[in-house]
């Protein structure tokens, strides 16, 4: 018997089809090993590295440390850690209208929009949400039995850090205005700065007693056409306890007044008009602020 | 003739699993070293994967939180995301070592309230106490 051996040229041979499909499947075999059955386990990482939610968490921390704390290099610091250090302000302001879509507690969605404006951002369906954290001044409440938390703001052993964000009135104009008759407080200063460091649009309210002291705890109510929003002194400890602010919007008329024993239409000063201006270490325009001082009469 | 049969055979067999192992293999090796160097565990890593300082920074913050909307069933939930063994040990050890270190007052006051709220309280922590209500 002869066996024929019939040697197919190379050009004809077919495609290594079982070998590809052997490939693929350790492919997949190594994949799966690597990724859920031994993987690798990061330690030590940095915020960057949070998964998504964890990121977004984070976020919202670092804006109500800000609203906490009004220290704006800290905040960038933090966003930086996050990996946004180019023009988080935008980021924050992705995340804020994302949080006032999702329905978010207030306090995050204003925190969020609060931070990103700081930072330039231009948040849109969160913008509603701007302005101080409005609600009680701190008031945490005490889950140990026999420590009874009280709406003042407790006593420092060491100096409290000078104030952050407020400066000198720049410019504008100090015309108390009248104040109608029976009021505990009086208008003794109103001023207008441009400063490209301060939040755009800030309205700073120092609230005193009748020695010059910080008053806490005191409700300001901030109206324009179509709106109004309440806030309270006293929010931010590290400012003093009289220190209250609101963040404006451009091209509105303010008026605020301060809420005495419940009664609002204790009108104090109106027409705050928000425009533009040019800060003097800057090219840019950049949205003026007021300074408004209360101080109560004796 | 024999012999050559049994050679052929031997070749033959060597040469499939050849075809067979080495495509498998290479797909096993290819996918290890995709998977560890592209993990997707970075896609799932949580607060407790973080660094030490990270770490009490983001406690901090809660702190911040805190005492600004007084929410404490999150301000904790956000606690135990860090997975520590001893969370009252944990941020009332981070509370006097800012005291210690005389850090921002703010940060301070939130740190005791967190401490306070989980129980853990000690004499350092007694200026930044939150004001007592008279009578209580």
């Given at each position: 018997m002869v066996t024929r051996h019939v040697r197919r040229p190379r050009t004809s041979r077919t495609f290594p089809f079982g070998a590809l499909l052997l490939g693929v499947v350790g492919l997949t075999v190594g994949l799966g090993y690597a990724w859920f059955v031994n993987p690798v386990e990061y330690v030590?990482?940095?915020?960057?590295?949070?998964a998504d939610e964890e990121q977004r968490t984070y976020l919202i921390l670092v804006s109500l440390g800000y609203a906490s704390d009004g220290d704006l290099s800290r905040a960038r610091q933090r966003l930086a850690a996050m990996g946004?250090?180019?023009d988080p302000g935008a980021a924050l302001a992705e995340v804020a209208d994302e949080a006032a879509t999702l329905g978010l507690a207030d306090t995050s969605v204003r925190a969020l929009t609060n931070l990103a404006l700081a930072l330039g951002g231009e948040p849109e369906l969160a913008m509603?949400?701007?302005?101080?954290?409005?609600?009680?001044?701190?008031?945490p409440p005490s889950p140990v039995p026999g420590t009874v938390f009280a709406p003042t703001v407790a006593p420092s052993a060491t100096p409290t850090p000078p104030p952050a964000t407020p400066t000198p009135p720049a410019e504008g104009t100090i015309t108390p205005s009248p104040t109608p008759s029976g009021?505990?407080?009086?208008?003794?200063d109103q001023a207008s700065f441009c400063d490209a460091?301060?939040?755009?649009g800030l309205l700073i309210v120092s609230v005193q007693d009748a020695n010059g002291d910080g008053v806490p705890g005191v409700e300001i109510v901030a109206k324009w056409e179509g709106g109004q929003d309440s806030f309270f002194t006293g929010l931010k400890p590290e400012q003093g306890p009289g220190y209250a602010d609101f963040v404006m919007m451009e091209g509105l008329s303010y008026s605020v007044e301060i809420v005495e024993d419940g009664?609002?239409?204790?009108?104090?000063?109106?027409?705050?008009q928000t425009g533009l201006c040019t800060p003097e270490d800057s090219t840019e325009a950049h949205l003026q602020g007021y300074r408004l001082l209360f101080r109560q009469t004796r | 003739m024999a012999k050559a049969s049994q050679r052929m055979t031997t070749t033959t067999r060597r040469r499939a699993s050849l075809t067979t192992f080495l495509p498998l293999l290479a797909g096993i090796g290819l996918g290890l070293l995709i998977g560890w160097l592209a993990p997707v565990q970075r896609f799932t890593t949580?607060?407790?994967?973080?660094?030490p300082d990270y770490k009490a920074d983001y406690v901090v913050m809660v702190g911040n939180a805190y005492l600004l909307d007084g929410d404490w069933p999150t301000a904790e939930a956000r606690l135990i995301a860090?997975?520590?063994?001893?969370l009252p040990a944990y941020v009332g050890g981070l509370t006097e070592r800012y005291i210690a270190e005389g850090r921002n007052v703010n940060d301070i006051r939130g740190l005791v309230s967190l401490s306070v709220a989980l129980g853990y309280t000690s004499p350092v922590m007694e200026p930044y106490l939150p004001a007592r209500v008279p009578g209580g």
């Open positions: 030590d990482v940095e915020p960057a590295q949070l946004l250090d180019d509603p949400f701007a302005g101080t954290l409005a609600g009680p001044p701190a008031l009021n505990r407080y009086v208008l003794a460091d301060v939040t755009p009664d609002t239409e204790s009108r104090v000063v109106s027409d705050l | 949580g607060f407790d994967r973080l660094h860090l997975d520590v063994v001893n």
